[in-house]
């Protein structure tokens, strides 16, 4: 039940029931959809950038809890950062979710609550439902209006 | 709600279940419960063995050789046609066309027939239930050639409006083609009136038999269809093997759909001629072990007899949908009066992926998601359901451990 529990602790539970952030953003100058075409996960988000900080972040969609907290909680984080700390932290979170079951390494550091996704890379066929957003993120940031998990 | 009738004590569900290795099987030191055998079913030794012994001590390609084993291999896999020809109860066996599955199936009957007969301005027909195998190739062939789909919807319970069936039927309708029982519902449509109708309209009908073979008595001449597929995958036989049964006269009039060898009767590089029925739409050498081990899938079905795993089910369904219906928060998609084998769902304010995860982790086996029926998802305004799905060899027991698995996710997200 162990694994089961991490996957849906507290924190999770929590963003995925009252996601942060969780609405449009008519001043956005980055935007772009994502779509997981396995499951249905559709996520857009909105930055607005002002001279390379992220000045604010915001969400909309419709999916399941563990997308859903993801994009709350990157919402969270992002606020405030510049874009190159933005673009290592989709690394580090990426890392996280991605990481290798068989291998016990440790969780890269510096991703404060987010390390609660660990649990996601036990649970192979969601991984992403949580890289979904950090993907239509990045899609985003890097100019492009379109992301998918594929 | 209908009074559940005790259990049928002449189906031995436990010795059925013993030809199952498979489910012997563990999930985390959990026994596995696979309710998903609307994706795909599991198969009984016998059926494992047959494909085996094939490369044990019989193998060869089929229909060429002059040596014994090819003889043996051709006599075993012609066999399984002549089975296939009763199960659908055919004619004639080259009414028979042995092919990959269903979604091969109404490809090719919307390239080899569909281009030759429909043009612009002509109507295809489907209905609200489609699997998107039953939607795409008609999509295809209409852009194609400037034709329009057409949609029958459905009502709220998940049935056709036949009405509206009837009222989309017109002179320019070339083609119907529809689900004999919808594998995100459960709806069994009534397929005859369907063909009577689409026969009175001038169009040919084809069906979609691949969620219908598992569960009921399929008789191609009684429903008077012109095409009716399925996938072997799905009546407890291999993956990668299915059939379509197409009237003689039909089929001898369609062009070839795939070229090679086996279709041909004679190539030179000015002109080639074709093979005989059906043996023109069966380019290639086939999936021979398959096409022999699905002849061992139907004599096993015959075997443990398709009316009683239908009733056997059928007691199951009805089980399971008044344990699921007394659970709060829980609505059943897909409530037609007639279903077969299919409990579709959601859970209020939970996802069903997270459903599936958490119903995983206890080894019960279920399908979340749109189950390639996208529209069907639509029509109800959700984005996926939760699909519980039974074969024979399910039980009661089964359906408690999923409402239990239900509460607990409930729990998880209270």
Redesign the interface.
């Known amino acids: 039940m162990d694994d089961l529990r991490e996957l849906y602790q507290e924190t999770i539970l929590d963003h995925s029931k009252r996601p942060r952030n969780f609405r449009g953003m008519k001043e956005a100058n980055r935007r772009a959809n994502g779509h997981n075409p396995l499951c249905g996960d559709r996520t857009t988000v909105y930055l607005h950038v002002e001279d390379d900080v992220v000045r604010d972040v915001s969400f909309e969609g419709s999916g399941c809890s563990i997308s859903t907290a993801s994009a709350s909680m990157m919402t969270d984080a992002l606020k405030g950062m510049t874009l190159s700390e933005a673009k290592d932290l989709f690394d580090r979170f990426h890392a996280l979710v991605t990481a290798d079951p068989s291998r016990t390494a440790p969780a890269p550091a510096g991703l404060g609550k987010l390390a609660v996704f660990a649990g996601v890379h036990e649970f192979p066929m969601r991984v992403k439902c949580a890289s979904l957003p950090w993907h239509t993120m990045k899609a985003a940031l890097e100019g492009g209006d379109r992301a998918s998990t594929e | 709600m209908t009074r559940v009738a005790p259990p049928d004590a002449t189906f031995d569900v436990e010795a059925i279940r013993r030809e199952f290795p498979v489910l012997r099987e563990t999930v985390r030191g959990r026994p596995l419960v696979y309710l998903d055998s609307a994706a795909s079913a599991q198969k009984p030794q016998p059926v494992i063995d047959a494909e085996r012994e094939v490369y044990e001590r019989s193998y060869s390609n089929v229909h060429r050789g002059v040596h014994h084993l090819s003889m043996v291999a051709t006599e075993s896999y012609e066999k399984a046609r002549g089975k296939v020809r009763r199960f659908l109860g055919a004619a004639a066996s080259r009414e028979i066309v042995l092919l990959r599955g269903t979604t091969e199936a109404v490809n090719l009957v919307a390239q080899a027939y569909g281009r030759a007969h429909v043009g612009a301005g002509d109507e295809v027909l489907v209905t609200g239930l489609e699997h998107h195998s039953n939607i795409v190739p008609w999509q295809l062939l209409c852009g194609e050639k400037g034709a329009a789909l057409r949609v029958a919807p459905i009502d709220d319970t998940g049935e056709v409006d036949m009405a509206a069936f009837e009222r989309l039927l017109s002179p320019r309708t070339r083609i119907v083609s529809v689900a004999h029982v919808s594998n995100a519902l459960g709806t069994v449509s009534p397929v005859r009136r369907m063909t009577e109708l689409g026969h009175a309209a001038g169009a040919v009908v084809m069906i979609d038999g691949a969620q219908a073979a598992p569960h009921l008595a399929v008789d191609v001449q009684a429903i008077g269809c012109d095409f009716y597929a399925f996938s072997g995958h799905k009546v407890y036989g291999p993956s990668g093997v299915g059939a379509l049964y197409g009237k003689a006269a039909l089929l001898e009039a369609m062009p070839p759909w795939q070229g090679g060898g086996d279709m041909i009767a004679s190539v030179t590089f000015e002109k080639s001629t074709w093979n005989e029925l059906p043996y023109k739409f069966e380019a290639g050498t086939p999936n021979i072990a398959g096409g022999i081990a699905l002849g061992a899938a139907i004599d096993w079905v015959d075997k443990v007899g398709l009316g009683a795993i239908a009733a056997h089910e059928h007691e199951l369904l009805e089980y399971g949908t008044g344990l699921l219906e007394r659970l709060p928060g829980l609505r059943l998609v897909g409530t037609a009066r007639e279903k077969a084998g299919v409990l579709s769902f959601v859970l209020d304010?939970?996802?069903?992926?997270?459903v599936g995860?958490?119903l995983d982790?206890d080894g019960i086996a279920v399908r979340?998601?749109?189950h390639c029926a996208q529209p069907v998802?639509d029509r109800f305004g959700i984005?996926?359901t939760t699909r519980a799905s039974l074969a024979c060899f399910n039980t009661r027991e089964e359906l408690d451990a999923l409402a239990r698995g239900i509460g607990k996710v409930q729990e998880?997200?209270k």
Do not use: E, L, S
């Open positions: 304010g939970i996802h069903p992926h997270d995860t958490i982790y979340t998601g749109h998802m984005p996926a998880m997200f």
